[in-house]
């Protein structure tokens, strides 16, 4: 069995390597970097806007937090420059590397005295000027893990044993770990992520749905045992029903939204920053975009990330190899599902989860992950088929 796996592999290989001899270097898409490009800067001029009352309380500088997040900014895109140049066949020889690496982040997130609590969560490790978020850079390395894997199983995806149960083990490793800080929105993504992937990859339908019912008791059993869990669920279903407690989050994010109307209330003069509405500049401030810009704005926003996974569909469609097609498919799915999960729990439609808006909300982090994926996508799509 072995054996016949390595020619296989092998085979594969070798169709691969003739294949990348019939693409050509190409300019970077022009589309994708304008799409991502407009929801950098947009995030920018939001993060000031919807940071400024808060920065003023607590440093006294309305800029404080928009300062930050161009500093990150600025790593992000030399980050996303090297990982645009690499030869990303690098990465597929160093993707069980990078998972270990992030599976022992995620292990050290849980230390006392090594991860840094904040508001009863445990996510980031560091000094609390200089931390980040070993949760953030795991969705990047399993990405990179599952495109290798995938692009070495070939047929054998279509097996539930062989093919797509291995394959799952990482997913929901990394998914356990980060449940445990807790982060239910995060965990939430690497399984979405993954099962777009699967679903890229040829994997049958019903085992997509076999595994994920299997996962449904284990769910429930963790929602009903956590306080925590459950009241976010119980707020998504009814948030008025407690808006001054569970439902708050929910009930301020429509608010702002309903304010907003058409063409908004006019950029900066959102209400709603002013301490009405939670998480203003991270998890929620596309309620403040939605506010100050109205309708129209938010479309604006939607239909940019609705530009970045096309063209990154595209990109991925003309890959050079296996690897690249998945990798750009993988890097796409992170970015496209954590934004619409976003708007979905800011506009009462998904539970509440503590994802940010990718590109928007303020988080280095985060930040660095999406550029470095965009960067990864435009790599791939360096290359295109000789006519």
């Not at 998890?283 to 239909?303: K, Q, R």
Request: aromatic share 12%.
């Amino acid at each position: 069995m072995r054996s016949a796996a390595r020619l296989e592999r092998g085979a594969y290989d070798e169709r691969e390597r003739a294949s990348r001899r019939a693409f050509v270097a190409t300019p970077p898409d022009t589309f994708l970097f304008a799409a991502v490009a407009a929801l950098v800067g947009i995030g920018l001029v939001m993060i000031f806007s919807a940071s400024s009352a808060t920065a003023y309380a607590e440093h006294h500088d309305v800029a404080f937090y928009v300062k930050r997040q161009f500093m990150w900014l600025v790593v992000g895109l030399i980050c996303a420059y090297g990982a645009y140049r690499i030869e990303y066949q690098k990465l597929r020889r160093a993707a069980p590397y990078l998972l270990a690496g992030i599976v022992l982040a995620l292990l050290a997130v849980l230390v006392p005295h090594v991860g840094i609590d904040v508001n009863g969560a445990r996510r980031w490790i560091g000094a609390s000027s200089l931390s980040f978020q070993p949760s953030e850079f795991a969705k990047l390395a399993l990405v990179i893990y599952l495109s290798a894997m995938l692009a070495s199983r070939g047929e054998r995806i279509t097996s539930l044993t062989s093919g797509l149960v291995p394959l799952c083990v990482p997913v929901f490793l990394c998914a356990l770990l980060v449940l445990k800080e807790p982060d239910m929105g995060t965990a939430s993504l690497y399984v979405m992520v993954a099962f777009a992937m699967f679903f890229a990859a040829g994997a049958r339908i019903p085992h997509l749905l076999a595994i994920f019912l299997s996962t449904v008791p284990l769910a429930a059993i963790s929602i009903v045992a956590s306080p925590y869990k459950r009241a976010r669920i119980f707020a998504f279903l009814d948030p008025w029903k407690d808006p001054q407690n569970t439902g708050f989050h929910i009930v301020q994010s429509l608010l702002a939204l309903g304010s907003g109307g058409l063409f908004g209330v006019g950029l900066g003069a959102s209400r709603a920053k002013y301490f009405y509405l939670p998480e203003q500049y991270t998890d929620f401030i596309f309620s403040v975009l939605g506010e100050e810009l109205g309708l129209v704005g938010a479309v604006v926003v939607i239909v940019l990330f609705v530009v970045l996974a096309y063209r990154a569909v595209r990109i991925a469609m003309a890959a050079p190899d296996r690897f690249g097609f998945f990798l750009a498919v993988g890097c796409a799915s992170l970015i496209v599902i954590q934004a619409f999960i976003n708007i979905g729990v800011v506009s009462s439609s998904w539970p509440v989860t503590g994802v940010p808006l990718p590109f928007i909300s303020f988080g280095g982090s985060s930040l660095i992950v999406n550029l470095v994926s965009v960067a990864l996508i435009l790599n791939v799509g360096r290359h295109r088929k000789v006519a």
